[in-house]
């Protein structure tokens, strides 16, 4: 089992067996998404700051730019990615938002245009960047070919059921500040949400949405897993502002919750750091092992192999810069 870290300037690979060696890549790059391809196992695709999309087809060790593809996805900033599992297409989302796909593996690319087309988007804005937006997170269906949920930062979570030629707009009461969207094969009509504007669920495929914080502390939402093995049982991590989740003032400030079925959300904090101090978590379930989660934070690797109740630090090389920003991505392999 392998963990890809995205941190804010270097990939860090751990291997699980032996921690402790973990190496890194991608010095210098500043990385904003990660994704791993299912059809190919040994294929890892990477989202940058300015360097467009990067791909490895060796499990991270080496990696190559994209070179004969659209001039976003070339040099722009590519802020998301995704690969279908239940078809060979991928996607990939940038900033300004624009949204492209490839049905080859990546080695051609088209942007779907017709995102641009949506009455939602005059009302798209990032609020650190008012005057732009960028597709912050992507999400294929796990069940079903052609449909996904593109979530835009901020202003809208849309979805399509054609593969992206066309459109469903923002629904009424549905996440305005998506940041990370997950649909589980077990209950693939729901859709739940982590965002800005706190969490959201639809329980019907994306008419209709409810917010469901009962226990929450803070309602700013940002990591989000669901258990591979366990539909009910999901992690997220909050905190009570964007400036103090993301420590943007140096002061940071967040936690993780827990929710199983249909009840409130529960702190977890045994084996986690104190929440002074914390960056917003980024959540990841381990795709083959039933109740096993990993939460990466600006103090550390952590694991838990008890759905999410008691955690442990990993033992993996950390670098003091690490300590000063919220990691931007984590991916868990199979093998």
Same mark, same amino acid.
């Given at each position: 089992m392998t963990l890809y870290l995205g941190m804010n300037r270097e990939l860090v690979i751990v291997d699980l067996e032996h921690p402790e060696n973990a190496t890194t890549a991608l010095s210098g790059h500043h990385i904003a998404a990660l994704a791993i391809d299912p059809h190919r196992p040994d294929r890892l695709w990477c989202g940058t700051y300015g360097d467009g999309l990067l791909m490895s087809d060796d499990r991270g060790q080496t990696w190559v730019q994209?070179?004969?593809?659209?001039?976003?996805?070339?040099?722009?900033? /590519?802020?998301? /990615? %995704?690969?279908? %599992? /239940?078809?060979? /297409?991928?996607? %990939?989302?940038?900033e300004p938002s624009r949204l492209f796909r490839s049905d080859d593996g990546g080695v051609t690319w088209r942007e779907l245009e017709s995102l641009q087309d949506l009455p939602s988007k005059s009302r798209w804005s990032f609020p650190p960047k008012p005057e732009t937006h960028h597709v912050r997170w992507i999400t294929p269906h796990p069940t079903t070919a052609g449909e996904l949920v593109v979530a835009i930062e901020a202003g809208a979570l849309v979805q399509s059921r054609d593969g992206g030629t066309a459109w469903q707009d923002r629904q009424p009461g549905s996440p305005y500040d998506s940041h990370t969207v997950r649909i589980h094969p077990e209950t693939p009509d729901r859709i739940r949400s982590a965002a800005g504007d706190g969490y959201f669920e639809s329980n019907d495929n994306g008419e209709t949405w409810q917010k469901r914080e009962d226990g929450l502390r803070w309602t700013y939402c940002w990591g989000l897993a669901i258990g591979a093995g366990d539909a009910e049982i999901a992690l997220m991590s909050v905190a009570p502002s964007a400036g103090r989740g993301h420590g943007h003032r140096g002061n940071p400030q967040a936690a993780i919750y827990r929710r199983q079925g249909t009840g409130p959300w529960q702190q977890v904090s045994e084996g986690l750091p104190a929440d002074d101090g914390t960056t917003l978590s980024v959540l990841a379930a381990d795709p083959s092992k039933s109740g096993s989660f990993y939460a990466l934070n600006n103090r550390g690797l952590y694991a838990s192999t008890n759905t999410g109740i008691t955690w442990q630090q990993l033992d993996i090389p950390w670098k003091d810069e690490y300590t000063r920003h919220r990691p931007a991505a984590l991916a868990v392999s199979r093998s």
């Open positions: 994209q070179t004969d593809v659209p001039e976003s996805l070339r040099s722009g900033n /590519v802020l998301s /990615v %995704a690969v279908s %599992a /239940v078809e060979d /297409v991928m996607f %990939a989302g940038t």
